[in-house]
Nanobody, 115 residues
């Protein structure tokens, strides 16, 4: 397994921005396709964005044009830049491999978008 720690969440007003970080340890980070996932209360966890080991990104339709996924393999870190945030983006955000491994789920980081 890999050890993953998410950070950067918080409370932001609609239209605001946040930058999430995912720090990886205990793995050869650069070989994995990685993803950001989120889970809102009462809903299933969903894939928000993914990025291949070579840096190719893909996004859920709901966040296209607003979110940017990136990675720095030298730092074993992945990022999610979230702009133009909406209340429906409120969720706990997690990072994991893509496809995810159950044992890798961590605590996540809470993002709350509210006026």
């Amino acid at each position: 397994q890999v050890q993953l720690v998410e950070s950067g969440g918080g409370l932001v007003q609609p239209g605001g921005s946040l930058r999430l970080s995912c720090a990886a340890s205990g793995s050869i980070f650069s070989i994995y396709t990685m993803g950001w996932y989120r889970q809102a209360p009462g809903k299933q966890r969903e894939l928000v964005a993914a990025i291949t080991s070579g840096g190719k990104p893909n996004y859920a339709d709901s966040v296209k044009g607003r979110f940017t996924i990136s990675r720095d393999n030298a730092k074993n870190t992945m990022y999610l830049q979230m702009n133009s945030l909406k209340p429906e983006d409120t969720a706990v955000y997690y990072c994991n491999t893509n496809p995810p491994y159950t044992r890798n789920w961590g605590q996540g980081t809470q993002v709350t978008v509210s006026s």
